[in-house]
């Protein structure tokens, strides 16, 4: 929408309060507040609005839930073999230059609470490396091990490019190529009160929150990157948050199994710890791969009974690969992935300007939707202790403190599988990507060598 619209659009939806406090500033102000407008998508909010007041969101929550197919841990001949096909093919893939890897980054991070993005807290055991140092380094290790040009695609909100970039600038791209690391911004949906008012964060902004993490899915688009990357040849995307710093970046034996299934849709999962842990449920939902959330799950579901062999044991870890021809078969009309809605308490000026809280309806798409909108789609489990150990909040479980744990544990198991060395209990250990990516390459290393590890340990 035209700048110049942006006001006559907030009057034809009876936005009054919105246009009073417009109409009270002065000409450079009303001009900064309609350009900060630009960006929002109006139409969509509004038209939201509508479809969410008649919605009975139970009415949403799918019938008939199944367990639904999945690559287990391989553990006969067969599956070994099978496991090592994967490998190969997906090496096949990374040095073809056919994966591009992205990490999500436009999360408000509001349980986390920390200054800045989180992309830069400083997260690894010894040397304090941020997440987007690891992902980079990974990737650069990456580029090294297959003799690839793997490009970093790292997806900001409005609200965190700038830090972001300059973060990335400041530290030389992690020594990867400044030329393959490309920043694009997700949109911004303002959040909507249910009587479908919009309300001001300040002067001159609309209260507004970046449109989750299935915004990636149509920033790439927009941004013109997926056509970039389809025209290079690219075929196939590595999706990663980036509060998860044991991601494993790019897995080849998971895009090998991804290039076996013909998928179009990939994810990892784990096992859950108990019926009641708030991750969300992979499962067949009325007969088609998904996703649940665990909010969305009925009391009394079969998914919420635990116990030792708990039928739906699979957790979604927000690890994806999806190929770029599904991406652009997801905008091709319009944007497929459906909306979802939270109510939100937040803290926005009243009338007299003074703060005061307010309920709002805050809208977000979320990636796993693109499942069941996938021809084919293919599921690997992996183990938690490897693969996840995500940081959410300030404290206590999934916190930086058990992050950085999982990352030390996870080098120590490596280190002594590898047979060679012999660490002391409760040292932290760290190992650089550059050095070592997966156990096999650090046993490689380590050949003849006998490590006795008593204090912090950094390898490079
Ligand atoms: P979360 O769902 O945990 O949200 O994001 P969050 O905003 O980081 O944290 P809270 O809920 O406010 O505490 C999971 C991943 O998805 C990304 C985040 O950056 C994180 O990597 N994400 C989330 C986006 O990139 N954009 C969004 O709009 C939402």
């Known amino acids: 929408m035209k700048r110049a619209e942006t006001i006559d659009f907030l009057s034809e939806h009876n936005q009054r309060r919105i246009i009073q406090h417009y109409q009270r500033l002065s000409p450079d102000k009303q001009n900064l507040f309609r350009r900060n407008l630009e960006g929002l ?41 099978f496991q090592e096909k994967a490998c190969v093919e997906g090496e096949a893939l990374l040095r073809e230059n056919r994966v591009a890897v992205l990490v999500v980054a436009g999360g408000q991070g509001s349980r986390f609470g920390f200054e800045g993005p989180k992309g830069i807290f400083p997260v690894s055991p010894v040397k304090k490396k941020s997440l987007f140092q690891l992902f980079s380094e990974t ?3 990456l580029n090294c091990r297959y003799r690839a040009a793997i490009p970093l695609l790292i997806m900001t909100s409005r609200e965190n490019d700038g830090t972001v970039k300059d973060f990335f600038r400041a530290n030389h791209f992690f020594g990867l190529d400044s030329g393959a690391v490309f920043f694009f911004t997700q949109e911004m949906l303002p959040t909507i009160t249910a009587d479908g008012n919009l309300i001001l964060k300040d002067e001159t902004h609309l209260f507004a929150n970046p449109d989750g993490h299935g915004g990636s899915l149509k920033a790439l688009h927009k941004s013109g990157l997926l056509s970039e990357l389809v025209q290079k040849g690219f075929s196939d995307l590595f999706y990663g948050q980036v509060d ?24 990892k999962v784990l096992r859950r710890r108990n019926a009641a842990e708030k991750i969300g449920v992979y499962a067949l939902l009325d007969g088609k791969p998904g996703v649940i ?60 300007g003074k703060a005061e809280k307010a309920t709002v309806w805050k809208f977000e798409t979320f990636v796993f939707d693109g499942l069941p909108l996938a021809a084919r789609t293919c599921c690997v489990e992996t183990f938690r202790e490897e693969e996840f150990a995500p940081v959410k909040n300030r404290q206590g ?28 209990p409760g040292v932290p250990v760290e190992i650089s990507p ?20 008593k204090e912090d340990t950094y390898l490079e």
């Open 293 to 352: 959330e665990y909010s969305d799950l009925a009391p009394g579901s079969d998914c919420l009974s635990g116990g030792e062999d708990m039928r739906f044991w699979a957790g979604s870890i927000a690890i994806h690969i999806l190929s770029l021809s599904f991406v652009e078969r997801l905008n091709c009309q319009g944007f497929s992935l459906p909306y979802h809605r939270a109510v939100k308490v937040v803290e926005a000026p009243g009338q007299d």
């Open 434 to 453: 550059r050095y070592a990516l997966d156990p096999a390459e650090l046993a490689e290393k380590l050949k003849g060598k006998t490590l006795v590890i």
């Open 244 to 267: 998860n710093p044991l991601v494993k970046i790019a897995d080849p034996v998971f895009l090998g199994y991804h290039r076996m299934a013909e998928s179009e849709f990939s994810l």
């Open 139 to 141: 990737v650069s290790a």
């Open 397 to 424: 479980e999934d916190s930086a403190d058990t992050a950085r744990k999982a990352i030390s544990d996870r080098f120590r198991r490596w280190l002594v599988e590898a047979g060679s060395a012999v660490v002391a």
């Open 41 to 81: 998508d109006l139409p969509l909010i509004f038209k939201l609005h509508q479809e969410f007041s008649g919605k009975n969101t139970a009415a949403l929550v799918p019938v008939d839930i199944q367990p639904a197919p999945i690559i287990t841990v391989p553990k006969t001949p067969s599956e070994l073999v």
